[in-house]
């Protein structure tokens, strides 16, 4: 029996599913659980940034079952499966477990409740890990005097169109640590947003106008996130530094404890092998 971890990924997406998944992976390492991402740069970056020792990348999850065998448990973070395929999921699949209703999604890797005493930034941009259409440059006409933390999904040379008009280009690689020593983050990722918070910072969420934020509305409340909706990136950061200003008293998150799904699988796993 294996288990497996599945987050719907892609390169004109945030990796938001991939970071969540990967946090359930290694919480559930003992039992070497594999990570399925749908793009195999994901599951690079799953393996080279977020810790995990088991990737690779199936191109949706209805194609799972050609991965698995019977029986073997199930994590999966997506928006793919219908009514009917969850209760496929069910019946294939000895435990199976969704994240956004048996697992919160703002589950986050615990070094992110790590305080730091010294900013490295006061103000950042995270756009996101995909900018496919380069939305960045639709919405941006004059020089933003702010650092903009780079996406993983980023064109090639992107940084050349980019540097004219940013301050400073952090490099993706230094994502954690920019999330964790920047008072004032401005992001499109509500899991960003959940990051900044446990580790002491100000977030404000801003909506683009190629994404679908369904998902992130009941979070947004949750954490009273001040959120921020406009047509040109000068806009935003106009009503970002008002924010700032006046920054709304937010809830810090908690730890997301999901014992009782690991000492189920624990169980399952421990059947399986005495009856082997």
Not at 63 to 76: A, F, K, Q, S
Not at 109 to 115: G, T
Request: glycine residues 2%.
């Amino acid at each position: 029996m294996t288990l497996y971890i599945y987050a719907q990924s892609g390169h004109n997406q945030n990796l938001d599913r991939v970071r969540r998944a990967s946090v359930v992976t290694n919480i559930l390492k003992e039992f070497e659980p594999i990570l399925c991402t749908c793009d195999y740069r994901a599951s690079m970056y799953a393996r080279a940034e977020l810790g995990v020792r088991d990737a690779t990348s199936v191109d949706t999850i209805a194609n799972m079952p050609n991965t698995m065998e019977r029986g073997d448990v199930l994590v999966y973070d997506s928006d793919e499966p219908t009514p009917l395929m969850k209760e496929s999921i069910k019946d294939f699949c000895s435990l199976s477990y969704e994240i956004g209703l048996d697992i919160p999604k703002d589950i986050i890797n615990d070094e992110f409740f790590q305080q730091h005493q010294t900013p490295m930034y006061e103000k950042a941009i995270f756009f996101g890990d995909d900018d496919y259409s380069k939305l960045i440059l639709q919405m941006t006409k004059e020089k933003i005097d702010l650092p903009l933390l780079m996406g993983h999904y980023f064109f090639l040379g992107y940084e050349k169109e980019l540097a004219p008009i940013f301050d400073t280009l952090i490099e993706e690689e230094e994502y954690t640590q920019t999330i964790q020593r920047t008072t004032y983050l401005l992001t499109s990722s509500i899991n960003a947003c959940i990051e900044s918070l446990a580790s002491g910072n100000n977030p404000v969420f801003f909506e683009r106008e190629d994404t679908n934020y369904d998902d992130a509305i009941e979070l947004i409340s949750k954490y009273n996130i001040p959120t921020i909706k406009a047509n040109t990136l000068e806009e935003i950061i106009s009503q970002f530094d008002q924010i700032i200003k006046n920054y709304p008293q937010t809830t810090k998150p908690q730890k997301v404890d999901i014992s009782s799904i690991k000492e189920a699988i624990k169980a399952r796993f421990e059947l399986i092998k005495s009856i082997s």
